[in-house]
């Protein structure tokens, strides 16, 4: 079976540092692994998604995620965070036919 | 490119009144997805559909809710009747196929409020 879990529900962080949001995945096959960021009163954006080529994988507005097998984690990073970044993050995991397992979300707020 | 479109954005109805929500899919998507977004969680598959046919409906309260996919493209899902606890915001998504790499696309959503 496959899930996700994202550890912090709330996250907060200043304009201009670092945002690392995590998701740790668990599945009984090889793994992909999707981001999605979602703003207020709109849909699910996808950001970036892991298919088993580069380990380390770029996305857009900035973000990129590392999948770590020996850790079983899918961590979202930005170097430098901007105003625009407040939403809602999501981690998801798919499954046969292509199901997603989504995560319970991480709300990221950037303060000025 | 158009995305998914759904239509309404907001509905506001009482219990015990039925509920139609209904979801474009980018064209050329095969695969149409319908998920349940509660307040606060991720969303949550309600039902697949393959072309017309409906191949993962397990999650689907079948006693007030059904959907249905003609010719493929459209789909509309239904609650009838509605309860308090069906306030949520009703996802569509569409991916070119079942390939479990492939990106799904998501709608804004139908944000329902019951009464």
């Known amino acids: 079976a496959q899930s996700v879990t994202q550890l912090g529900s709330h996250v907060s962080v200043s304009e201009g540092a670092l945002v690392l949001l995590r998701c740790n995945y668990s599945?009984?096959?090889?793994?992909?692994l999707f981001w999605y960021v979602q703003y207020p009163n709109q849909g699910l954006q996808l950001l970036l998604k892991y298919t088993s080529a580069a380990t380390l994988v770029k996305g857009i507005n900035g973000f990129e995620a590392e999948f770590k097998k020996s850790e079983t984690s899918f961590h979202l990073t930005k170097p430098s965070a901007h105003m625009s970044d407040a939403a809602e993050y999501f981690c998801a995991v798919s499954g046969t036919g292509n199901q997603f397992y989504f995560g319970t979300g991480t709300s990221l707020t950037v303060i000025p | 490119e158009a995305g998914v479109v759904q239509s309404p954005r907001y509905k506001i109805i009482e219990k015990k009144q039925p509920v139609a929500f209904w979801c474009n899919p980018i064209?050329?998507?095969?695969?149409l997805y319908w998920y349940l977004q509660n307040l606060g969680q991720g969303p949550e598959l309600l039902i697949r559909?393959?072309?017309?046919?409906?191949?993962?409906d397990s999650q689907l309260p079948k006693d007030r809710f059904s959907a249905e996919r003609l010719k493929g493209v459209d789909s509309t899902l239904k609650i009838q009747p509605a309860e308090l606890g069906d306030s949520a915001v009703y996802l569509c998504a569409s991916s070119l196929g079942r390939r479990a790499e492939e990106t799904q696309y998501f709608g804004p959503g139908t944000r329902l409020l019951v009464l």
């Open positions: 064209s050329g998507h095969n695969t």
């Open positions: 559909y393959e072309n017309e046919e409906a191949v993962d």
């Open positions: 599945s009984s096959v090889p793994p992909y």
